[in-house]
């Protein structure tokens, strides 16, 4: 998967690599889903803003509101795109989702993205926004 800067330059200072893999493998954990493990990548003060702005202060909420949603999920991730900041680190996740909704129906290509604020090698901050709520409104929008 490419990762990018905003300044065009392929190559990432060590603490944007840092923060980048802290947002890889916080991903890989709450997709497992593990979110004690997705626990050790963020920071004390984490917050993430979830779809239809749900708030959580742990790794455990966006885990349990997609226990609610869906059968499983999983993430096809599409990029990363890597901005390096000062002090920190702004990382977006794109791709789309695929799984089960619970009446067992499956779906793929629902569009995600999530953004990562990252500091010092953990996460402090993430928004989440996909297309699942408009799929599930208006069934007609999914496109298999």
Do not use: H
Not at 112 to 138: K, M, P, Q
């Amino acid at each position: 998967m490419p990762n990018m800067a905003t300044d065009g330059d392929d190559k990432m200072n060590d603490s944007s690599q840092r923060d980048l893999q802290a947002v890889k493998d916080y991903l890989e954990a709450s997709m497992a889903p593990d979110p004690v493990r997705a626990a050790r990548y963020v920071d004390a003060s984490f917050i993430c803003r979830f779809t239809g702005n749900r708030v959580f202060d742990t790794p455990s909420g966006p885990t349990g509101f997609n226990a609610s949603r869906y059968k499983w999920v999983k993430k096809r991730i599409e990029r990363y795109d890597v901005m390096p900041g000062e002090g920190e680190t702004i990382v977006y996740s794109l791709g789309y989702l695929y799984g089960e909704w619970p009446s067992g129906q499956r779906f793929d290509n629902n569009r995600y993205v999530d953004r990562f604020v990252v500091r010092n090698g953990l996460i402090v901050e993430t928004d989440v926004w996909n297309d699942s709520a408009e799929w599930i409104l208006d069934p007609t929008c999914a496109r298999q």
